[in-house]
């Protein structure tokens, strides 16, 4: 179809009466969409950074599939939607290690499954996104049903996606753009795409010829972008026709859109631990519109009964499981003859009074978290839950983490099997470690210790330790050359450490936005500081 049909098309769509969903491509260029109901939202979401579930060790977990499937059944009751991601959505990072490639590219595949499933419509590629290359992103479009919605790309960008699409219902019509930020991809990707701010007379142009009126109340305008807030509102200052910025990059957290001008823009943070809703006044004119935002929370899911996510979800963890033991088999770490760090086995001995208090907290038993919620052997949550990672001093792979006396690999093999099984059958009677009273942890804590004595266990690594917390010298209390910090020095070091693990997405409680409530802070480190005596 050509352009100029596609606006005739337009007009045809408009003056007749809107009872089905229709849904016409304009040669991969444009998109018209007629909405069926009185009532449409837009819901988005940005940043999900390759999760597909939340870890089991959140205080109040948020996110995950059958979460968000629940949220939108819920919206889509008495609202047509449409579902759009403005990126970072695939993986974590822009860099993958090539150790972990296998279990992160199964996981984007499998989130990309699922939000397909759920009714994602458009993406907009961030630079997170694009960590495996253009091909894997031709793949994931290839095996799923959402399209890549980019305004500004060049004729060097490699994917099939639509320059904008259009939802109308009686004089109401949506126009949706996607604008990249070539400055925050790495250089062999930022030719793809044209500097935002120089594109946007381009883009103008555009929405010109598929009927766009600035001055129509019932016009909208809304930009999907991944250039973070503050360049956000230079965006706005310069394309004052925008109504709504979908944001993404900063993951700052709007509970009201911040405005410049006219424009109002918008982000729901990371994870899918919110969904953003953009809910569109069909009855009135475009100042009626609203923002909502809505947390997936476990009970969430509950809203789609019955949910089809929770088994997606046990099927992916168990494939994912087998692809990351295979992944840290492969892995060497140079540690033979490399002396072990000190487990809190052997700190006990001497420090009794911190051993009492260290085993009433949640610390002592923080692995069983993860067996509970079958990631035992997902490294990104192992490392913390256990002391020593990928240090020659500790362990690589999550079968290592249990060091035995035991060395005929053939009896070494079944005892790891045993050992894990045990765990597995006789320690995770609970439904969370933090809901557990201190004297069960306490329990728990001995019984595992009891456990470790009688399989010939010479070093644990699992769960959070003296180490975690503590620097002291391998050779300690025998060593000669240690130095006592200053007071301030030990804090400031301590800080750092329980801040590389209770992050705002770990700890959210901890903070105000992104950031750190200090008194909040000092609570609970007070809490799990061991005494002084």
């Given at each position: 179809?050509?352009?100029?049909?596609i606006w005739k098309f337009?007009?045809?769509?408009?003056?007749?009466s809107c009872t089905n969903f229709i849904n016409t491509i304009d040669e991969g260029e444009y998109n018209v969409t007629g909405i069926k109901k009185d009532s449409f939202s837009i819901v988005f979401s940005?940043?999900?950074?390759?999760?597909?579930?939340?870890c089991g060790c959140r205080h109040h977990p948020l996110g995950g599939l059958p979460q968000v499937a629940g949220v939108l059944h819920d919206i889509q009751k008495n609202s047509d939607t449409l579902y759009i991601d403005s990126g970072d959505t695939f993986f974590a990072s822009s860099s993958i290690p090539e150790t972990l490639q296998k279990s992160l590219t199964f996981t984007a595949q499998n989130l990309a499954k699922g939000l397909g499933q759920l009714g994602l419509s458009y993406q907009l590629p961030g630079e997170q996104d694009l960590a495996m290359g253009w091909d894997f992103l031709k793949k994931l479009q290839e095996e799923n049903k959402f399209t890549y919605l980019v305004s500004n790309a060049t004729n060097s960008f490699p994917l099939k996606h639509e320059k904008l699409t259009i939802l109308t219902k009686g004089p109401h019509k949506i126009f949706i753009i996607g604008l990249s930020d070539p400055s925050i991809f790495p250089g062999k990707f930022k030719g793809a795409f044209e500097n935002q701010f120089l594109s946007i007379n381009k883009i103008r142009e555009e929405l010109k010829k598929v009927g766009y009126k600035k001055d129509s109340p019932f016009h909208r305008l809304i930009a999907m972008t991944n250039s973070g807030i503050d360049v956000d509102t230079q965006i706005a200052k310069k394309f004052k026709e925008l109504d709504w910025i979908i944001g993404s990059h900063s993951q700052s957290f709007t509970k009201f859109p911040v405005e410049e001008g006219k424009t109002k823009m918008v982000q729901v943070l990371s994870r899918n631990h919110y969904i953003g809703e953009i809910k569109i006044a069909l009855k009135s004119d475009k100042s009626k519109d609203s923002f909502n935002i809505h947390e997936t929370r476990d009970e969430t899911a509950k809203l789609l009964s019955p949910n089809p996510y929770h088994e997606f979800l046990t099927k992916h963890k168990e494939q994912l499981s087998k692809i990351q033991?295979?992944?840290?088999?492969?892995?060497?770490v140079a540690s033979f003859g490399v002396q072990k760090f000190n487990t809190a086995n052997s700190c006990l001995e001497c420090h009794q009074a911190q051993a009492d208090h260290w085993q009433k907290t949640p610390h002592s038993i923080a692995y069983l978290t993860l067996i509970k919620a079958k990631e035992e052997n997902n490294l990104a949550c192992i490392k913390c839950h256990s002391l020593g990672q990928n240090s020659p001093h500790g362990f690589a792979?999550?079968?290592d983490m249990v060091v035995f006396e035991e060395k005929d690999e053939t009896k070494l093999?079944?005892?790891k099997e045993n050992y894990m099984k045990e765990l597995k059958e006789s320690f995770l009677d609970f439904s969370s470690v933090r809901k557990l009273p201190p004297k069960s942890i306490e329990n728990l804590s001995k019984k595992w210790r009891e456990?470790?004595?009688?399989?010939?266990?010479?070093?644990n690594f699992a769960n959070v330790q003296c180490l975690n917390c503590h620097d002291k010298h391998l050779e300690h209390p025998f060593s000669t050359s240690e130095e006592e910090a200053s007071p301030k020095a030990k804090y400031e070091n301590m800080?750092?450490?329980?801040?590389?693990?209770?992050?705002?997405?770990?700890?959210?409680?901890?903070?105000?936005?992104?950031k750190l409530n200090e008194n909040k802070f000092v609570d609970m480190m007070k809490k799990v500081g061991c005494p002084k005596n």
């Amino acid at each position: 179809m050509k352009r100029s049909s596609i606006w005739k098309f337009i007009l045809c769509l408009t003056l007749a009466s809107c009872t089905n969903f229709i849904n016409t491509i304009d040669e991969g260029e444009y998109n018209v969409t007629g909405i069926k109901k009185d009532s449409f939202s837009i819901v988005f979401s940005h940043n999900i950074n390759g999760e597909t579930h939340p870890c089991g060790c959140r205080h109040h977990p948020l996110g995950g599939l059958p979460q968000v499937a629940g949220v939108l059944h819920d919206i889509q009751k008495n609202s047509d939607t449409l579902y759009i991601d403005s990126g970072d959505t695939f993986f974590a990072s822009s860099s993958i290690p090539e150790t972990l490639q296998k279990s992160l590219t199964f996981t984007a595949q499998n989130l990309a499954k699922g939000l397909g499933q759920l009714g994602l419509s458009y993406q907009l590629p961030g630079e997170q996104d694009l960590a495996m290359g253009w091909d894997f992103l031709k793949k994931l479009q290839e095996e799923n049903k959402f399209t890549y919605l980019v305004s500004n790309a060049t004729n060097s960008f490699p994917l099939k996606h639509e320059k904008l699409t259009i939802l109308t219902k009686g004089p109401h019509k949506i126009f949706i753009i996607g604008l990249s930020d070539p400055s925050i991809f790495p250089g062999k990707f930022k030719g793809a795409f044209e500097n935002q701010f120089l594109s946007i007379n381009k883009i103008r142009e555009e929405l010109k010829k598929v009927g766009y009126k600035k001055d129509s109340p019932f016009h909208r305008l809304i930009a999907m972008t991944n250039s973070g807030i503050d360049v956000d509102t230079q965006i706005a200052k310069k394309f004052k026709e925008l109504d709504w910025i979908i944001g993404s990059h900063s993951q700052s957290f709007t509970k009201f859109p911040v405005e410049e001008g006219k424009t109002k823009m918008v982000q729901v943070l990371s994870r899918n631990h919110y969904i953003g809703e953009i809910k569109i006044a069909l009855k009135s004119d475009k100042s009626k519109d609203s923002f909502n935002i809505h947390e997936t929370r476990d009970e969430t899911a509950k809203l789609l009964s019955p949910n089809p996510y929770h088994e997606f979800l046990t099927k992916h963890k168990e494939q994912l499981s087998k692809i990351q033991v295979e992944e840290q088999n492969a892995m060497t770490v140079a540690s033979f003859g490399v002396q072990k760090f000190n487990t809190a086995n052997s700190c006990l001995e001497c420090h009794q009074a911190q051993a009492d208090h260290w085993q009433k907290t949640p610390h002592s038993i923080a692995y069983l978290t993860l067996i509970k919620a079958k990631e035992e052997n997902n490294l990104a949550c192992i490392k913390c839950h256990s002391l020593g990672q990928n240090s020659p001093h500790g362990f690589a792979k999550a079968s290592d983490m249990v060091v035995f006396e035991e060395k005929d690999e053939t009896k070494l093999a079944k005892l790891k099997e045993n050992y894990m099984k045990e765990l597995k059958e006789s320690f995770l009677d609970f439904s969370s470690v933090r809901k557990l009273p201190p004297k069960s942890i306490e329990n728990l804590s001995k019984k595992w210790r009891e456990l470790d004595k009688r399989k010939g266990v010479t070093h644990n690594f699992a769960n959070v330790q003296c180490l975690n917390c503590h620097d002291k010298h391998l050779e300690h209390p025998f060593s000669t050359s240690e130095e006592e910090a200053s007071p301030k020095a030990k804090y400031e070091n301590m800080r750092n450490k329980c801040l590389n693990c209770h992050d705002p997405d770990q700890s959210p409680e901890w903070y105000q936005g992104t950031k750190l409530n200090e008194n909040k802070f000092v609570d609970m480190m007070k809490k799990v500081g061991c005494p002084k005596n």
